[in-house]
């Protein structure tokens, strides 16, 4: 990850820019114990399946990432962002595999068929009706943690 300070101009500028989100009725549950939990996966890495329509600067939907077809690749198109990591092993943007161990062991109740992917640059407000079709998804999944990982 990259200091703001550090960022090409662009990236900086947009970043900067950005307006903070507030919820109007920010909820809280208590959560299941682990070995309960169903897990998905929401990565900002800009993956998506090989085939799919790649993502745009500044795109403001997702992918969905099935578990049983990991042939992906990713359109992030922060220069500063080093891929090296991901070619090498794909569970730096997408642990997938951990989750699964995690899982054999009784660490977690099981892992959604689905993940999900957004591209980080992005205005998180611009993206509210793609990140709500993503948690009707999930609840219908019975999905009820998810693991975020940033890129």
Do not use: C
């Not at 200091?3 to 208590?30: C, H, Q, T």
């Not at 790649?54 to 992918?63: E, I, M, Q, V």
């Not at 359109?75 to 991901?86: F, I, N, Q, S």
């Not at 992005?122 to 009707?136: F, G």
Request: net charge negative; charged share 30%.
């Amino acid at each position: 990850m990259v200091l703001i300070s550090e960022m090409p101009a662009v990236g900086r500028g947009f970043i900067e820019s950005l307006k903070k989100y507030n919820f109007d009725n920010p909820s809280w549950e208590n959560p299941k114990p682990s070995k309960d939990r169903r897990v998905s996966i929401v990565s900002t890495a800009a993956i998506s399946k090989r085939g799919d329509k790649p993502f745009s600067w500044l795109a403001n939907n997702h992918r969905v990432i099935e578990k049983n077809n990991l042939d992906l690749v990713m359109t992030h198109v922060a220069v500063e962002y080093d891929r090296t990591a991901w070619q090498q092993d794909l569970n730096s943007i997408l642990p997938i595999d951990r989750l699964e161990e995690m899982a054999e062991q009784g660490e977690i109740g099981s892992v959604s068929n689905e993940h999900y992917s957004f591209i980080g640059s992005s205005d998180p407000i611009k993206m509210e009706r793609s990140a709500q079709e993503v948690a009707d998804r999930m609840k219908k999944d019975a999905v009820d943690t998810v693991f975020l990982v940033p890129v």
